[in-house]
């Protein structure tokens, strides 16, 4: 059955809200006892997908991250002035950089991620295993489906202010 109900969907989003509430202050948290706390805000995103990709162009990482390129810049700006990323000219084009992790960054990355999960593993350590498990699948469900209704014009059915076109239906 559908959870396609305005009831439904009210409560999914003030669920939603105190979530993204909580990982802010999750982020706050971690972030006051570390002495990379900066790294925690904007940048620590930045700082994963380099741990995963290794080296990436400001514009492959701005797009990963659905954000402008000018605010990449000016996040990685401050984490190279810390020493946790440097710039590598690319090899493909001279007039573009890379950018990668420095050892230190690879560091107070590997520090930040246990901090978080131990956080983490705190707030689940009453639950059982079954409903950890359904969490993960139920959210990681939830995340596949909602990027794919914001990034599918035909099942996204809100409209941006000023569009003038009627929204699709499913």
């Given at each position: 059955?559908?959870?396609?109900?305005?009831?439904?969907?009210?409560?999914?989003?003030?669920?939603?809200?105190?979530?993204?509430?909580?990982?802010?202050?999750?982020?706050?948290?971690?972030?006051?006892?570390?002495?990379?706390?900066?790294?925690?805000?904007?940048?620590?995103?930045?700082?994963?997908?380099?741990g995963d990709r290794?080296?990436?162009?400001?514009?492959?990482?701005?797009?990963?991250?659905?954000?402008?390129?000018?605010?990449?810049?000016?996040?990685?700006?401050?984490?190279?002035?810390?020493?946790?990323?440097?710039?590598?000219?690319?090899?493909?084009d001279g007039r573009?950089?890379?950018?990668?992790?420095?050892?230190?960054?690879?560091?107070?990355?590997?520090?930040?991620?246990?901090?978080?999960?131990?956080?983490?593993?705190?707030?689940?350590?009453?639950?059982?295993?079954?409903?950890?498990?359904?969490?993960?699948?139920?959210?990681?469900?939830?995340?596949?489906?909602?990027?794919?209704?914001?990034?599918?014009?035909?099942?996204?059915?809100?409209?941006?202010?000023?569009?003038?076109?009627?929204?699709?239906?499913?």
């Open positions: 059955m559908p959870a396609s109900t305005s009831k439904t969907s009210h409560t999914l989003d003030e669920v939603l809200f105190t979530l993204a509430q909580s990982l802010r202050r999750l982020r706050i948290s971690i972030g006051d006892e570390s002495d990379y706390a900066y790294a925690i805000g904007s940048g620590f995103w930045q700082l994963v997908l380099l290794g080296e990436e162009r400001v514009s492959e990482i701005a797009s990963a991250l659905n954000l402008d390129i000018s605010t990449v810049s000016r996040q990685l700006k401050l984490l190279e002035s810390r020493g946790l990323i440097e710039r590598t000219p690319d090899k493909s573009v950089s890379k950018v990668r992790l420095t050892p230190l960054g690879r560091d107070v990355l590997d520090q930040l991620v246990q901090a978080r999960l131990a956080v983490i593993n705190d707030a689940l350590a009453s639950w059982h295993k079954t409903d950890v498990d359904r969490l993960i699948s139920l959210l990681d469900r939830f995340s596949h489906d909602l990027s794919t209704s914001l990034t599918d014009p035909d099942m996204c059915s809100v409209s941006a202010p000023g569009d003038t076109r009627p929204p699709t239906t499913r």
